[in-house]
């Protein structure tokens, strides 16, 4: 399957990214570029986004990009550091890097900016192991 295929078929069956109102803005081997808007009910008591959102938008970047090449992939380890709050209304961009890869694992690194000033918000580091099972072509219609 096409790098696109294939996170377009993860999406489809992600519920929790779908809540999180991810929007897919590229995809290519090793990398992918998502956007979202953050939404009141992703604020904390501070009245800033849960530290939680940014890194689950960067997992879900980590995912989508690690299974692009054609194998599937799960982390095994990952880390995040926030630089900036986020308010209501934030639109921020994660954009995910291939830095290493073995016959086994992947190393990506993921940047989160807000969207209209560029500054970045937070920068997440992900370790996947690459299992042997391919995202198989699907079958066609007959």
């Not at 690690?66 to 709050?85: D, K, L």
């Amino acid at each position: 399957m096409a790098p696109q295929q294939i996170v377009e078929t993860m999406y489809a069956n992600d519920a929790f990214s779908q809540w999180l109102g991810i929007e897919i803005v590229a995809v290519g081997v090793g990398t992918a570029v998502l956007r979202m808007t953050i939404r009141p009910d992703m604020t904390n008591g501070f009245g800033i986004a849960h530290g939680g959102i940014s890194y689950s938008l960067a997992d879900s970047a980590l995912a989508f990009a690690s299974n692009s090449h054609g194998r599937m992939a799960v982390s095994i380890e990952t880390a995040i550091s926030h630089t900036a709050a986020l308010k209501v209304g934030d639109v921020v961009v994660a954009r995910a890097e291939l830095e290493h890869l073995s016959h086994k694992t992947g190393l990506y690194r993921v940047a989160i900016v807000r969207e209209e000033l560029g500054d970045l918000v937070a920068v997440f580091k992900g370790t996947v192991y690459r299992k042997e099972k391919e995202w198989a072509n699907p079958t066609p219609a007959s």
